[in-house]
């Protein structure tokens, strides 16, 4: 049962026991030689904590709002395609999971059942992801579907002009559901800031931009009007040779200046790890990885308990780092560090052997 889960290193060790190969190569790879995945985690690890004492920390608050969303803890659940290669029920069991424990799940548009169904699953507030697959009369349709069925927000990611090589499921000859259809890869690679204007002027809805990994890029999102600028280099699943996002998250503040809030992902495994990333300045993390683990592991349940684990992990550093709100939490809280090991995409658990056979 998933109560009886101690830490998410086992929750991540029963996903691998589930999971078929080709589901596990495509929640755990990268693409190419999978360093910009390995740097996300890294630029974690060089990141030290700087705590203070003789703080009254017995009354700790890790709740925060996005959007004007309240969420439990400052994570969120990340979209992710094919969630039904994780659990049967697919984006059904990812929102009863957030809705259970308190938080906003963002809706890949390239998972199962439909975004109608995923959004009637439960009366939380969702978000919808959008990958343009169409013209702008294919994306009026969608994003009419999107509002009627009650959406909070919409993200558009907009880092796949190109589909990467992701070698783990191409070397074992495994296909995610949403690629076995694949759209016209002409409409992702002609998204610019014009047609960015176009689609959050249509959908009306608060607005994140995915896939921001340059102080540049990030001024020109606020420039354009952007709700919420959202650090993310695909899991590493993109562009490969690229800057871990949490060191990218600094530039990407100074840019934003307060003009939008922040969203961050990649990497994430710890409570420690959000906790670093709000005192570098974003508003909350998404989860991807550990998304995918708890679902393997036990469906929604075991989603709720990956969670559960977090919220403890983060109401244990807050205390010992003498903060009792997460908008305590400043850059005075972290400093620069050694890394002292290897990293991997398991990392942070101390019996994960760093091996890409797993």
Request: with cysteine.
């Amino acid at each position: 049962m998933a109560h009886e889960f101690l830490s998410n290193e086992q929750i991540v060790q029963a996903a691998r026991h589930n999971l078929p190969q080709g589901a596990w190569d495509y929640l755990v790879g990268a693409s190419e030689s999978e360093t910009t995945m390995r740097r996300n985690r890294l630029g974690f690890d060089r990141i030290a904590f700087r705590p203070r004492i003789l703080v009254d920390v017995s009354q700790i608050d890790p709740a925060t709002t996005l959007l004007g969303q309240p969420l439990r803890i400052p994570v969120i659940l990340a979209p992710i395609g094919s969630l039904q290669v994780f659990a049967p029920e697919g984006g059904i069991a990812a929102a009863r999971a957030a809705a259970k424990f308190g938080t906003v799940h963002v809706v890949s548009s390239a998972t199962e059942p439909s975004l109608e169904e995923t959004a009637a699953s439960t009366p939380a507030p969702k978000i919808f992801q959008l990958y343009v697959h169409g013209d702008e009369a294919w994306t009026r349709q969608i994003l009419e579907r999107v509002k009627r069925a009650g959406y909070a927000g919409l993200c558009l990611t907009v880092d796949v002009a190109v589909y990467s090589r992701r070698e783990r499921p191409m070397l074992s000859g495994w296909t995610t559901p949403s690629r076995r259809t694949p759209a016209d890869p002409r409409f992702r690679a002609s998204l610019t800031w014009e047609t960015m204007d176009m689609i959050k002027e249509i959908a009306g809805l608060p607005f994140l931009l995915k896939g921001v990994a340059t102080a540049e890029d990030a001024a020109l999102a606020v420039e354009h009007g952007v709700d919420a600028v959202w650090v993310s280099n695909h899991g590493g699943r993109q562009l490969d040779g690229a800057q871990g996002a949490i060191e990218t998250l600094p530039e990407i503040v100074a840019a934003v200046n307060g003009r939008a809030q922040i969203v961050l992902d990649g990497g994430v495994q710890r409570g420690g790890d959000v906790l670093k990333a709000i005192a570098l300045g974003a508003n909350a993390v998404a989860i991807g990885k550990l998304q995918g683990w708890g679902l393997g592991a036990d469906g929604t349940a075991g989603l709720v308990r990956v969670l559960e684990l977090l919220e403890h992990e983060i109401t244990v550093a807050m205390g010992l780092l003498g903060v009792t709100r997460i908008d305590q939490l400043t850059p005075k809280y972290v400093c620069a560090a050694e890394a002292v090991m290897p990293p991997h995409e398991m990392s942070m658990w101390t019996n994960m052997p760093g091996s890409r056979l797993l």
